[in-house]
């Protein structure tokens, strides 16, 4: 099954809307990589769920982009600073231990 890359970028004031949005991005794979910033990879399907679970959840002055980036651009990826594990992001280990 193929799958794709996704930023998934959300601007939520409303606590109860914004700890729903997190786990709905936590329950598909996604990694938080900053406090409003998730990546992870999406078969189509799973692309089609996730967008009709946020639908539910998100409150129309809201907003949750989700931004899709080919595997040779995530890899090209500048990171200043403390970063994330690419490899772990990107399915290539099976675990990390923190």
Known sequence: ???????????I????TRTHTIQ????MGFVRIQKSVF????????????IENLKQITEENESVYLILACQACFGKVTIIGHGFDKEYVTNDLECMIL
């Open 1 to 11: 099954m193929k799958k794709n890359m996704y930023y998934a970028v959300y601007d």
């Open 39 to 50: 990546c992870g990879s999406l078969s189509s399907q799973q692309k089609k769920d996730l």
């Open 24 to 27: 709905a991005l936590k329950n």
């Open 13 to 16: 004031s409303d606590n109860k």
